[in-house]
Nanobody, 113 residues
Framework: VQLQACGGGLVQPGGSLRLSCVASGSVEPNNIMGWYRQAPGKECEWIAR???????NYADSVKGRFTISRDNTKNTVHLQMNSLKPEDTAVYFC????????WGRGSLVTVSS
């Protein structure tokens, strides 16, 4: 499985960004896709996941601000990020988990005025 993510960039505090990740290859119908991030000098942090059935979970740090969604027909997962804060600055990684786990290349999100 290959994961291709896009949508990072620079945004001002309070702004919004949307990350997307497309899975291709031997994608299994029952899988969990999610997002992690790693801020400079910090450990990798799980932030959200969604099952193929649409059940979602969020880290407390993003709950109420970020929304994860998916389109199973396109093997795509999205992360809508609203009310962004400088502490959301990080490299964001897409994750696919079924029989095996795969990672996408990171997308840099910078929240700064």
């Amino acid at each position: 499985v290959q994961l291709q993510a896009c949508g990072g960039g620079l945004v001002q505090p309070g702004g919004s960004l949307r990350l997307s990740c497309v899975a291709s290859g031997s994608v299994e119908p029952n899988n969990i896709m999610g997002w992690y991030r790693q801020a400079p000098g910090k450990e990798c942090e799980w932030i959200a996941r969604i099952t193929s059935g649409g059940s979602t979970n969020y880290a407390d740090s993003v709950k109420g601000r970020f929304t994860i969604s998916r389109d199973n027909t396109k093997n795509t997962v999205h992360l809508q990020m609203n009310s962004l804060k400088p502490e959301d600055t990080a490299v964001y990684f897409c994750n696919y988990n079924a029989r095996f786990q795969y990672w996408g290349r990171g997308s840099l999100v910078t929240v700064s005025s």
